[in-house]
C-alpha cells in the first residue's frame, strides 16, 4: 500500500493538461458490447477503474489494450454474459454491462453493485427500466438476471436522475424493435459523449443533454474508430480548487468552460478569478476566500464529485458555508478528516456547516473514497507542516498521475511505501 506525503503551503503556478473523463470512458466501454468488431478511442486516462473494466471485458470475451491513451476493444469474440461478483464488487460502474449484454445476447447475469463510503447504491431504475422494454428480471444470489428474446421500444419513466440509469437503458434500447423515450434523463455532460458515440456506431439518439431522449432501434451497430474521449470536468475542477487553495496561478488545458459552469459560478463567488481561454481555464486564486453556499444537484447543478473538493476550500474561507448533498447524503466522510486538520465543520443532517479558520495543520488522515480523497489532497497543499495520507488507492481509481500533476506546479507532494 502507498501513502501520499505534501509539505504544505507551496504556491502553485503553471500549466496543467486535463485527461480523458472516467465517467465517459466506462459507459464508451460498455458500448462496445453492442458491436462485434475493433472499437479505437484516443485521450483514455491509464486509471484503476479503467483497468478494471478492461478485465471485466476480457472476462465477457473482449481483447481491449491501451497503450499512452490509445485503446483498441475488439468486441468480436464477446461471448459470456456474466460480469462476477469480485469485479462488480470493486467497481459500481460494472453495471453498465448489464444493458448491453442483454442487447446483444438476450440474457445478462450481473452482481448487484454492494454499496459503498458514499452510499447505498440502488439500481432499481436500471431494473424498472429493463423491464419496460421487455426484460423478465430476476434477483437471486446477489446477482440481477436479465432475459428476453428481443427488446422492444417503450416509455421509461425515471423516478429519480441517475447518469448510469440513463446510460444502462440507453444502451439497451438502441438495440431494441421500435422507439424508446427516456423521461427525467440525466443531463450530464458524459451522457452525451455516449449518445454521440452510439450514433457514430450507427444507433439513432436524439434529446441527449436534455431529460427527454428519444432512441429508434436499429438492427445492428458497427464499431467506431478514432474517437477521443472528452475532458473530464471533475479533473479540472480539482485543478481550479488547487488554485484557489494555494493562491495559485494555474493555467487548466483541454478543458470545457461549459461543463464546469456551476463550480465556476461559486468559485468566482469566492474571490477566485477565472479566465476562460480558447483551450483551457486560467484560475488565479486570491488571498481573502469568501465563505459560499452549494447544493449538490444533477447536472447542470453543482456536481456531487466536487463536493469534497469544494468543502476543503470552504474551510479556509471567511465566515460560515452551508453545504447540502441531495445526490449521496452520506458524502461527507472527508469532514471528519479535515477535522483532525484543525478545519471546524458540523455535519447537521445532509448538510455540513463549515465555519472557515485561519490555517489548517498537516496531519495523518486516511482517504475513504476517490473524491474525499482529492480533498484531502487539496487540504494537504494547504496546511501548515506534513500530511501523510494513506490508502491512496482510492485516488488512483479516478485520477491519473495527480501527485505528479500537482508536483509539476510546484507542490511539495510524493508517494512512499505505506
Ligand atoms: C454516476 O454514478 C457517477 N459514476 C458518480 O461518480 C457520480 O457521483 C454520480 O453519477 C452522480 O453524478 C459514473 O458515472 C461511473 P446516479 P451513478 O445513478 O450513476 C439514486 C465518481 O466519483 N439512484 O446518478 O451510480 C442514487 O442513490 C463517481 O466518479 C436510485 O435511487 O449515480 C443517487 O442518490 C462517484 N436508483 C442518485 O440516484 C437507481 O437505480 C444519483 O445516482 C440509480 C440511482
Redesign the pocket.
Known amino acids: 500500500m502507498e501513502k501520499i506525503v505534501i509539505e504544505g503551503k507551496n504556491r502553485l503556478e503553471g500549466k496543467v493538461k486535463v485527461g480523458g473523463a472516467?465517467?465517459a470512458v466506462?459507459?464508451l466501454m460498455a458500448a462496445c458490447i453492442l458491436n462485434s468488431g475493433i472499437n479505437t478511442f484516443t485521450n483514455v486516462p491509464d486509471l484503476a477503474?479503467v483497468r478494471t473494466m478492461i478485465k471485466l471485458l476480457n472476462i465477457l470475451g473482449a481483447e481491449v489494450s491501451l497503450e499512452n491513451g490509445n485503446m483498441y476493444i475488439d468486441s468480436s469474440g464477446v461471448n459470456n454474459y456474466e460480469a462476477p461478483y469480485d469485479l462488480v464488487k470493486t467497481m459500481?460502474?460494472s453495471v453498465?454491462v448489464l444493458g448491453p449484454l442483454t442487447a446483444r445476447f438476450g440474457k445478462s447475469r450481473v452482481s448487484l453493485p454492494g454499496g459503498c463510503a458514499?452510499?447505498?447504491?440502488?439500481?432499481?431504475?436500471?431494473?424498472?427500466g429493463l423491464e419496460i422494454l421487455g426484460s423478465e428480471i430476476r434477483l437471486e444470489e446477489g446477482y440481477v438476471e436479465a432475459e428476453v428474446k428481443k427488446l422492444h421500444g417503450g416509455v421509461i419513466p425515471f423516478?429519480?436522475?441517475?447518469?448510469?440509469?440513463t446510460?444502462n437503458i440507453m444502451l439497451s434500447a438502441v438495440l431494441a424493435e421500435g422507439e424508446t423515450t427516456l423521461f427525467n434523463a440525466?443531463c450530464?455532460p458524459?451522457v452525451v459523449e455516449l449518445a454521440g458515440v452510439l450514433n457514430k456506431m450507427g444507433a439513432d439518439i436524439s434529446g441527449a443533454g436534455t431529460d427527454i431522449i428519444t432512441i429508434k432501434g436499429v438492427s445492428e451497430l458497427k464499431p467506431v474508430v478514432d474517437h477521443e474521449v472528452m475532458p473530464d470536468r471533475?479533473e479540472a475542477g480539482t485543478f481550479m480548487i488547487a488554485a484557489a487553495l494555494c493562491e495559485g496561478d494555474i493555467e487548466i488545458q483541454k478543458c470545457r468552460f461549459e461543463h464546469t459552469g456551476a463550480l465556476i459560478g461559486k468559485l468566482l463567488r469566492s474571490g477566485v478569478q477565472i479566465e476562460r481561454l480558447d483551450e483551457g481555464i486560467r484560475v488565479r486564486g486570491s488571498e481573502r476566500i469568501e465563505s459560499v453556499d452549494f447544493t449538490t444537484l444533477?447536472?447542470p447543478g453543482f456536481?456531487?464529485?466536487m463536493q469534497a473538493q469544494m468543502m476543503s476550500l470552504m474551510c479556509l474561507s471567511e465566515g460560515l458555508s452551508i453545504i447540502t448533498e441531495t445526490?449521496?447524503?452520506q458524502r461527507f466522510i472527508h469532514s471528519g478528516e479535515l477535522r483532525r486538520m484543525g478545519a471546524e465543520i458540523k455535519l447537521v443532517g445532509n448538510s455540513a456547516v463549515v465555519r472557515g479558520v485561519k490555517k489548517i495543520n498537516g496531519a495523518p488522515i486516511m482517504a475513504s473514497?476517490?473524491?474525499a480523497s482529492a480533498s484531502l489532497v487539496l487540504a494537504g497543499l494547504a496546511a501548515i507542516g506534513r500530511t501523510e495520507i494513506s490508502r491512496v488507492y482510492h485516488l488512483d481509481r479516478?485520477y491519473e498521475k495527480l501527485d505528479k500533476k500537482l508536483e509539476s506546479l510546484g507542490a511539495r507532494i510524493w508517494r512512499e511505501k505505506d
Open positions: 472516467k465517467n466506462l459507459p477503474d459500481r460502474a453498465l458514499i452510499g447505498e447504491r440502488p439500481i432499481d431504475q436500471h431494473i424498472k423516478d429519480v436522475s441517475t447518469v448510469t440509469g446510460e440525466a450530464e458524459e471533475i444533477p447536472y456536481p456531487t464529485d445526490i449521496f447524503p473514497d476517490l473524491r479516478g
